[in-house]
């Protein structure tokens, strides 16, 4: 009888064990997954560049001797009409935030209309009437810092040194009577050229277009030094112009010489098969 009783037992307990094994099933754990670190990828590379502008430029005054005794005096009025421009450049792209450029940019002829008043004779007051034009080429030397990029644009701050040189066209002097009695012919004094100390300051976006063109809209502040601005003839002469000054719109587009990384779409590794 005893040994009925231990052997129902013992097959009892087995078979709530088998049954406590169906029921409980241990909640699967998450795969583990190495993802790989993600690393910003460090843009460099040599590139080149081309802009176009519109330059509102604002002559910062002109000065000549007048007379036998050599007196310098001011123009009365003078003022210089805006003008496109036109550059190109070589640069390279040190990191993601800085990059430096030689640029070259012609400045197109701006027309330049001023005046003086003097005397015709003993008691005659007169007004003068000066036109010529100038145009200018810079060389400088630049440095930029990118400000991070937020999509496809990437604003810039930037400033470049270099020098300017400057040709004025022959200077076209006419004077007239103030009382409308008439004119004196016109005298043509010799236009001058001179290189010039200059300055700039940039800011503005590049937009990423592609992996490597860039296109770039900015504003330009540049200041070009004063300088020689025509001859002396039938005692006037010779003159100055103070400085140029021009705020510039531009529009332009750089080529990186670089490769451009191809992603790698992430696949997650094998998951183990497991048995029961």
Known sequence: MKTLILSLSAVL???????????????????????PEVAVAESTGWY??????????????????QGSNGSKADFATAS????FSLGAGVGYQV??????????????????????KGGCGVSTACTSKDLTSMTAYTLMANAYVDLGTY??????????????????????NTSCANNGIGCDPTVTHDGKGSWRFAYQLMAGAT??????????AGYRFRHIEGGDMFGYKLNGGPGYD??????????????????????????????PIVYK
């Open 242 to 271: 103070k400085g140029i000054d021009s705020h510039e719109l531009r529009l332009g587009a750089r080529y990186v010489f670089t490769d451009c990384a191809q992603p790698v779409a992430y696949e997650p590794p094998p998951q």
């Open 13 to 35: 307990l087995s078979g709530t064990a088998a049954l406590s094994a169906d029921v409980y099933q241990p909640e699967p754990m998450p795969p583990v997954i190495d993802a």
């Open 80 to 83: 210089l009409k805006d003008s």
């Open 207 to 216: 937009i990423d277009v592609t992996c490597n063109i860039k296109a770039d």
């Open 151 to 172: 999509g496809y644009f990437t604003p810039y701050v930037g400033a470049g040194i270099g020098g300017a040189n400057v040709k004025w066209k022959d200077l076209k």
């Open 95 to 116: 990191n993601n935030y800085l990059r430096t450029d030689l640029t070259f940019d012609y400045l197109f002829k701006s027309d330049f209309n001023g005046s003086t």
């Open 48 to 65: 080149l560049r081309g802009d176009l502008g519109y330059s509102f430029n604002k002559l910062r005054g002109a000065n000549f001797f």
